[in-house]
């Protein structure tokens, strides 16, 4: 086998798309996850067999600072989802290695491998020496009928989701300047909610994303949808679907929706739909390992995502630091940090 790197984009979602990839090894989550950090590079590689075919393809982002003596220390690879690869594990295996082999050739301190709707590849990651992260993805398949996905909701759910239909919520279709006017608002107080409850800010990075959405919708792959109640949006949610994969990208609510049970029944119509259009997943997000626990800042998250019937997806995301020296560094710092 060969490990190669492109240079340009060009077929890149026709091969990755063969592969069984998603959104996020897409040409699209290269453009839009520059524009949201504009500090990363976009880097396409493949694996290629004795042949000549592509076998595995993984996008990845070089991430550094223009300061040298600081890329001694900082300059990153980063894949948000895991490398695709034509379902043989020793393809998985070579691809990692070459990867690891490519970032130290070429000076980077850290590789970490995200793992956003991917498959666990936790003993790879193991056996290649990387810390481990381990976390939860909800994925329903979309090859049932509306019957058995309406059937597989929680009683409280398909509860919640009738309610907010009898008092009056509606789902739209905006246009796309105003559904992100909107997502920005509703961003920020989610955001707001978020802070006052648990602490973390999430204010900045939220109304960055939100900006960028356009770059899906441009490219035919996002779609918007909006709650409104008397006339009023209050709940906005950004999906985007690429290769029979919808994911659930982005979304906002005020407290008026969450009275109102609105997001529920967006999302529930957002099934619907999207099952009605051919897709085959349908994937809503994740939370960490620990949501599980009842003292956890994502247990409501897990237990709100799992009520829909997905099947409850385990997924590892590795760092692996390249270098003693640079272990040791990193090490300190964390030490430091920790105090």
């Known amino acids: 086998m060969q490990f190669s790197g492109q240079i340009t984009a060009s077929g890149w979602d026709e091969t990755v798309s063969s592969l069984g990839g998603s959104i996020f090894h897409s040409s699209v989550w290269a453009s839009y996850s520059t524009a949201v950090e504009s500090h990363l590079s976009p880097l396409y590689i493949t694996c290629l067999d004795d042949q000549d075919i592509v076998v595995g393809a993984a996008l990845a982002f070089a991430e550094y600072s223009t300061r040298r003596i600081v890329n001694l220390f900082s300059k990153r690879m980063l894949l948000y989802a895991t490398p695709v690869v034509n379902n043989d594990d020793r393809v998985l295996a070579f691809f990692l290695s070459e990867l690891e082999s490519y970032c130290r050739k070429r000076g980077f301190a850290r590789l970490d491998i995200a793992s956003y709707a991917s498959p666990d590849i936790s003993e790879h990651l193991t056996s290649g020496g990387y810390d481990l992260t381990h976390r939860y993805e909800f994925i329903l398949d ?24 009898k008092s009056g919520v509606t789902i739209l279709e905006l246009p796309v300047a105003d559904s992100i006017a909107s997502l920005e608002k509703l961003g920020k107080a989610t955001a707001d909610r978020i802070l006052s409850r648990k602490g973390v800010d999430l204010r900045q990075s939220s109304s960055d994303k939100v900006k960028q959405a356009v770059l899906f919708m441009d490219q035919g792959l996002g779609r918007f949808l909006s709650a409104a109640l008397d006339g009023e949006i209050i709940s906005t949610s950004l999906f985007a679907q690429f290769n029979g994969i919808v994911c659930h990208m982005l979304a906002g609510a005020n407290d008026e929706a969450m009275k109102a049970q609105a997001s529920k029944l967006l999302l529930w119509q957002a ?18 390992s620990d949501a599980t626990e009842p003292d956890s ?15 409850v997806v385990t997924c590892a995301s590795g760092e692996k630091i390249l ?3 640079r272990a040791r560094f990193f090490d300190l710092v964390r030490s430091i940090a920790g105090r």
Do not use: M, P
């Open 142 to 165: 979309l090859d049932q009928t509306e019957e058995q996905l309406w059937s597989g909701l929680s009683a409280t759910l398909r509860k919640n989701i009738n309610k907010a239909g």
């Open 297 to 311: 800042a994502e247990h409501g998250v897990y237990w709100f995502k799992k009520s829909f019937g997905a099947r």
């Open 323 to 325: 270098g003693v020296k």
């Open 271 to 288: 099934i619907t739909s999207y099952k009605a259009a051919g897709a085959r997943t349908f994937n809503l997000g994740g939370c960490k």
